[in-house]
């Protein structure tokens, strides 16, 4: 996987959950996004700001996402844990690559923010 040490690649889904559940237990908030399903930039987007409440002006583009994410606050922790994303980088590899990216750079500036995903992306 090409995005930061701060995605988690899981072969099954259900050691992500278990990951999922642990870090809510912690007091985390815990954001599950089912991306199987996700074929347009769009739907990666429109499915993370809905899920972090970015706002209405949000222009769905990878500067955007910087950052929108920025803006986040999370101070009790926050992981983002996306199921089947290899259905959407089938569909998109780069979005799908680049967002990954993305998300992993935010995560590492943060002390409590994580990104999951089921299967991890192959190089």
Do not use: N
């Not at 991306?35 to 990666?44: C, F, I, M, V, Y």
């Amino acid at each position: 996987m090409t995005a930061s040490a701060h995605v988690r690649p899981f072969l099954e889904v259900v050691v992500l959950d278990a990951v999922a559940a642990s870090l809510r237990a912690r007091g985390q908030r815990v954001v599950r996004l089912d991306a199987s399903g996700w074929t347009e930039d769009d739907d990666l987007h429109r499915e993370l700001a809905a899920a972090l409440d970015f706002p209405e002006d949000y222009a769905a583009t990878p500067d955007a996402l910087r950052d929108a994410l920025d803006d986040v606050h999370a101070p009790d922790g926050l992981a983002l844990a996306f199921v089947g994303y290899d259905g959407f980088a089938a569909h998109r590899p780069e979005t799908a690559r680049l967002a990954l990216e993305i998300i992993g750079a935010w995560c590492a500036r943060g002390q409590q923010l994580s990104c999951l995903v089921e299967p991890p992306l192959s190089e």
